[in-house]
């Protein structure tokens, strides 16, 4: 067991990886639909931002937000403390997005659509919406001509704040309009903070011409948020969404629509509440697809969750079980679950089958 997936319970299939696996996990033309961009800070990059700003965190204190133990608390204070304490100007942004780009496509990530909360950035931070997301779509610009992977930001509402700040987030991304912002998401923790609180920057988002996705039915919550963002907020893709397995009946009617589910396979609230020796077998996402449901696997946060996307594959194949046929099909779930045009689409899916293929002959029997 490779250090970096020392988090997450030892797989019981009895699989030994190869080298030529590690090879193909890694050379895996991959789309990433479900990161978040403070969840996705480098270690030592944290470090630097906190002597600069001068904050008042022990080497200690951040280190112990990079030390992921078996029962993993969730991430959601560490992000509190870089809103907090370490982004204090439009600079800190470029270079936290451009740094996790270049992450990525050392993994062979060529697409990326990732999450930054604007309501901290602004009332905390003090960074201004304009000149925070110049910063990121500047990053963007230039991580695809060093580094030839593209990328959508995704303004994403933070809910435990009030619905009318995310109103307010949707105003933002209209007048700031950018190429580069694609869509609006929703996060932080679900709990008593349901989606139908917000329908109104839904509502604003959707009738501005943006994309729209939602994390639902997390941390246990119920299907019925699933529901409530697919068919009240008309999301596009959800974000988790694993209790839809609990309504077999909504699942068959999400899998008829092709809906597309970005799952985590490190999620911390399913290794905190499965024991070790079942967390893989019980985890309701290994369930999804043989409801017919389109899931596609997301590294989440990876630095935090101690995860890289070829990791994240790696780990629905030699954990959980599914067969490369299955991965195939998860791959081509995250090209139809990204917002781009129809024609890339194509392309993408035409020359990745490929890709896959060739790579999966290469692995042993
Ligand atoms: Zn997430």
């Avoid at 080298?19 to 033309?29: E, I, K, V």
């Avoid at 499965?274 to 999804?288: I, K, S, T």
């Avoid at 996307?309 to 195939?328: I, K, N, T, V, Y």
């Avoid at 090209?335 to 790579?359: K, S």
Wanted: aromatic fraction near 10%; glycine fraction near 6%.
């Amino acid at each position: 067991m490779k250090e970096t997936l020392g988090n997450v319970p030892a797989s019981r299939l009895g699989m030994t990886l190869t080298d030529a696996h590690h090879a193909f996990f890694t050379a895996l033309p991959k789309v990433e639909l479900h990161c978040h961009l403070l969840g996705a800070v480098r270690h030592e990059t944290f470090i630097a931002l906190a002597e600069k700003s001068q904050a008042p965190l022990s080497r200690a204190e951040i280190d112990s937000f990079y030390t992921r133990g078996e029962k993993p608390v969730g991430v959601l204070r560490v992000l509190r403390a870089l809103d907090d304490y370490l982004l204090t100007q439009a600079d800190d942004l470029h270079r936290i997005a451009y740094e996790y780009l270049a992450d990525a496509a050392a993994h062979q990530v060529r697409h990326s659509e990732f999450f930054w909360n604007p309501t901290g950035t602004v009332r905390v931070s003090k960074i201004p919406y304009a000149d925070a997301q110049a910063a990121i779509v500047t990053a963007i610009r230039d991580a695809a001509r060093d580094f030839g992977i593209s990328a959508r930001l995704i303004p994403s509402i933070d809910r435990e704040a009030d619905p009318d700040e995310a109103v307010a987030l949707v105003d933002w991304m209209r007048t700031h309009r950018a190429d580069e912002v694609a869509g609006l998401g929703i996060d932080y923790r679900e709990n008593d903070r349901p989606p139908e609180l917000f329908w109104k920057a839904y509502r604003d988002a959707r009738n501005a011409g943006f994309k729209t996705t939602a994390h639902a039915g997390e941390f246990g919550m119920p299907w019925r948020n699933v529901e409530t963002a697919v068919d009240l907020l008309q999301c596009d893709r959800i974000d988790h969404g694993y209790t839809i397995v609990d309504n077999p009946e909504l699942a068959a009617s999400y899998a008829e629509r092709g809906i597309v589910f970005t799952v985590v396979p490190t999620n911390s609230y399913y290794l905190r509440t499965l024991a070790p020796d079942v967390w893989a077998e019980q985890h309701p996402m290994r369930r999804m697809p043989g409801l017919g449901l389109k899931i596609h696997p997301n590294t989440d946060d990876p630095t935090l969750h101690k995860v890289n996307p070829s990791e994240a594959w790696q780990l629905m194949f030699s954990h959980f079980g599914f067969s490369l046929a299955e991965l195939r099909q998860f791959m081509l779930n995250g090209i139809d679950g990204a917002w781009v045009d129809e024609a890339t689409r194509n392309a993408w899916r035409a020359a990745w089958t490929v890709e896959f293929d060739r790579l999966a002959a290469t692995l042993p029997g």
